[in-house]
């Protein structure tokens, strides 16, 4: 099983960049493909990004293409998500989960952390 704890969340102005990390604990973490979802208040969970066991594939849905980078290093048991050009859009809280697919973002992990704010403003 993971346990996943997401943190690098935080308030910025349009057009500033942060960069969010994924910890997990596991000793199989590098077998998962990883996605980062986000819900903004009021709506429902949105599938942001994936990427590949190995890092080799990845995934971005079209609102943050060019904008958001994923990344994974195994040997940390992290994942990262490299925000740049950020849109008052662009805020919700931000989860990490072990995907199946990295193109559809069905969760292997029912359960979700606790999730890290991010807030842009204008």
């Known amino acids: 099983q993971v346990q996943l704890v997401e943190s690098g969340g935080g308030l910025v102005q349009a057009g500033g960049s942060l960069r969010l990390s994924c910890a997990a604990s596991g000793r199989t973490f590098s077998n998962y493909a990883m996605g980062w979802f986000r819900q903004a208040p009021g709506k429902e969970r949105e599938f942001v990004a994936a990427i590949s066991w190995s890092g080799g594939s990845t995934y971005y849905t079209d609102s943050v293409k060019g904008r958001f980078t994923i990344s994974r290093d195994n040997a940390k048991n992290t994942v990262y998500l490299q925000m740049n050009s950020l849109k008052p859009e662009d805020t919700a809280v931000y989860y990490c989960?072990?995907?199946?697919?990295?193109?559809?973002?069905?969760?292997?992990?029912?359960?979700w952390g606790q999730g890290t704010q991010v807030t842009v403003s204008s």
């Open positions: 989960n072990a995907v199946h697919t990295i193109v559809v973002g069905d969760v292997v992990l029912k359960s």
